[in-house]
C-alpha cells in the first residue's frame, strides 16, 4: 500500500501534465482518475470519520478535467494527513471470541502434529482446554485473569474460568465427557448463568466436544443463550459442531 507521501509525490508529479488552454490550466486523464481513486480509497481506509477525508471524497469526484486548482487542494488534504497516524480500526471483542472458540477444535488438532515428534500439548480435561484457550486469547487480549472469584452466591464465593475486565467479560469452559453429556452440561451452564448474572455484560460458555459426546448442540446454544437478559447476556460456542 502506498503513503501519503507517495501519494502527494504523485500528485505533484501528475501537476506537471497540465494542459494549458486560454482560460485555465486543466488536469485530466488516466493517470489522474486512478490517482483520484487511489487516494480516495486510502484515506477511507485510515482516516474514515475525518472531515477533511469526506472533503477530499467530494471534490475527487468533479476533478478530472477540472482546473489545476483543484488538483492543488487535493494535494494540501494529504499534506494535512502526511503526519498523523492512520486509525486502527479494530475487531468487535465479540467477534475475535467467536472466531477463537469455533476454530478451538483446528487448533487443538494442529498442535498434535509437531516437527520430529515433540512433546505437545494433548486436550484431554477441561484444565487442558483452560491452558490453550488462555494462550490463545493473551495473542488479542492484555489483560487476562484466570480463575477469578466472583463472590457472595450461595453463602460462598464461585470460580470462573476467566475474566476480561475491559470488555466486562466472563468465560466460562467446560468439555463434555461420559456423565457430562447435554443435559448436565446445560444444569452446570444454567447455574452459572444465573450466578454471573448482574457482575458482568456478557458471559461467554464455551464447550469443548472433542469426543462429540452432545446429541443436540444446537439445541443446547440455543437453551442456554435464551437465559440472556437485559443485564447480561449469554454467548454459547460448541466446537467441533
Known amino acids: 500500500m502506498k503513503t501519503i507521501q507517495e501519494l502527494i509525490e504523485e500528485g505533484i508529479k501528475i501537476k506537471t501534465t497540465c494542459a494549458q488552454t486560454n482560460i485555465q490550466t486543466i488536469v485530466r486523464g488516466d493517470v489522474y482518475a486512478d490517482w483520484l481513486t487511489y487516494c480516495e480509497r486510502l484515506l477511507r481506509q485510515q482516516f474514515p ?34 503526519d498523523i497516524p492512520p486509525i486502527v480500526l479494530t475487531e468487535p471483542i465479540d467477534i475475535t471470541l467467536e472466531k477463537i472458540c469455533t476454530n478451538f477444535h483446528k487448533c487443538a488438532r494442529s498442535i498434535l502434529n509437531r516437527h520430529s515428534k515433540r512433546a505437545t500439548l494433548e486436550i484431554n480435561d477441561e484444565y487442558d482446554v483452560q491452558d490453550l484457550l488462555q494462550g490463545i486469547l493473551r495473542l488479542f487480549i492484555d489483560d487476562i485473569r484466570p480463575e477469578d472469584y466472583v463472590p457472595s452466591y450461595a453463602g460462598g464465593n464461585s470460580r470462573i474460568d476467566f475474566y476480561l475486565p475491559k470488555y466486562e467479560t466472563y468465560i466460562e469452559t467446560k468439555m463434555t465427557r461420559e456423565g457430562l453429556r447435554d443435559k448436565e452440561v446445560g444444569e452446570q451452564l444454567a447455574i452459572d448463568i ?20 452432545l446429541s443436540n448442540p444446537y439445541g443446547l446454544i440455543s437453551d442456554l443463550e435464551a437465559l440472556s437478559s437485559d443485564r447480561l447476556q449469554v454467548k454459547v460456542y460448541i466446537a467441533p459442531i
Open 49 to 82: 470519520d475525518d472531515p477533511q477525508t469526506i472533503e477530499f471524497c467530494e471534490i475527487a469526484r468533479k476533478a478530472n478535467g477540472n482546473d489545476v486548482k483543484v488538483l492543488e487542494r487535493l494535494i494540501g488534504i494529504l499534506k494535512a494527513f502526511a
Open 194 to 213: 444465573a450466578r454471573y448474572g448482574d457482575k458482568c455484560k456478557t458471559l461467554v460458555c464455551f464447550i469443548y466436544d472433542k469426543g462429540s459426546f
